[in-house]
């Protein structure tokens, strides 16, 4: 018999059961029953009928009462299931329940299937069939439903997952479609700026592994100093080479806020969102001298009188010393190189061409030549002949002799 026909006849059924009940308790009896008879209580499509048997096979009883056995329908023994073709003992009442098998259908992971079982509900039908819902499966509807003829469900089996985190990795099982979902159900949250390897929104990948990035940002205002500038002017009131703070220069300050990313706690980028001046520097304005003051010194060839002392760094050089191939006693000024001829810088010889100096350990010398200097420095170059000649590498005090010339340089440079 179908099992939807048998469910829709249910009632025919059970309208039988009421009346061999009533023929049995109502047709004429012998004063002495047979010794082997037994009373059975009968279960079956919700409702109960007692009659007595004597038989002692379970499927006898179910024909007595005009239930026809299929192979899917179970039969419990006061509670217990039995195979309905095996004799039972003997009992004065025997209590059974017959259970119809329902054809219902399930849709595992995308495949249907069609399975049939005796059961009240759901989960007791899946697990008589071998499809017991595990931890972490996912059932379309409720393990306690009645199973009935006809009925629809979806399985989703559970699959392994780990899940990556700074803090640890985590081994899940679950049936989400989604890495979303799937983070959701093992109880990790993605918060702020967070995310996972794949998105959210990505199905679950082939391997079943996650990896959840923590993210945070700080934002810092940082500083920086902005440099001011140098400039000259004179002074009437210093002699020359004395120098004075006219306006004293000051450091400005610039502002940026900058924003950093951290993933799992390591910096992986840093932006300056915006920079402003909070500070404009103060350009520095030294003085320095213009006043010409004549001043006298002893010295060992004798007094001197001067108008300027520098300091300058003193080399030396001769006619076959001039760092070139072959020998030459010419100079810028036309006068023949020996002792007392020296040479200064092209800006310097311009200005101080023909004054007298004084140098101790060299002795009195004119401004007459040109050379190519060392920069940063304020450099002199000494004059010999070959035979005479002193090498000359030290800073020593220049002395620069009366008369001043009209025109005094009030920077030396």
Known sequence: MNLNKRTLAAGVVFLALMAIGAWLAFSPQESEPPALAQRVSLWAYGHAVDFDSFSAVPKDWLEQAGIEFQP?????????????QESVAYAEHIYLQFQPAATFEVIEDGQTLTLSAAAATLGEGLWLVGRAVQPG?????????????????????????????????????TSATTVGV?????????????YSLPAEDQPLPADGKIRVVRVSEAVSLQQTTLPFESSFAPDPNLELDA???????QY??????????????????????????????????????????????????GVIEYYRAVEMYATSYSPCRLGIDGCSTATSSGAKLTKGIVAL????????????????????????????????????????????YVGWAKYVTVYFLTPAPASVPPLLQ
Do not use: C, H
């Open 252 to 301: 400005g300050i610039k502002v940026s806020r900058v924003r950093v990313r951290f993933e799992d706690g390591q910096e992986v980028d840093r932006q300056t969102e915006a920079e402003w001046t909070a500070t404009q520097p103060v350009n520095q304005v030294l003085g320095y001298g213009t006043q010409v003051v004549v001043k006298s010194a002893e010295t060992p060839d």
């Open 243 to 249: 120098r004075s703070v006219m306006t004293a220069g």
């Open 345 to 388: 810088t092209l800006n310097l010889y311009r200005a101080l061409r023909g004054s007298r100096v004084y140098i101790p350990g060299y002795g009195f010398a004119v401004v007459a030549d040109v050379g190519g200097g060392i920069p940063g420095r304020l450099w002199i170059d000494l004059g010999y002949s070959d035979d005479d």
């Open 72 to 84: 899917d329908d179970r039969v419990l023994l006061n509670g217990l299931p039995i195979d309905p």
């Open 182 to 194: 799937a983070l959701a159900e093992a109880g990790v949250a993605l918060q702020g700026l967070d």
């Open 137 to 173: 499966d996912y059932l379309s509807a409720d393990l306690s439903a009645a199973l009935l003829p006809g009925l629809k469900v979806e399985i989703r089996r559970a699959r392994a997952i780990s899940i990556e985190m700074q803090a640890g990795t985590i081994l899940a099982r």
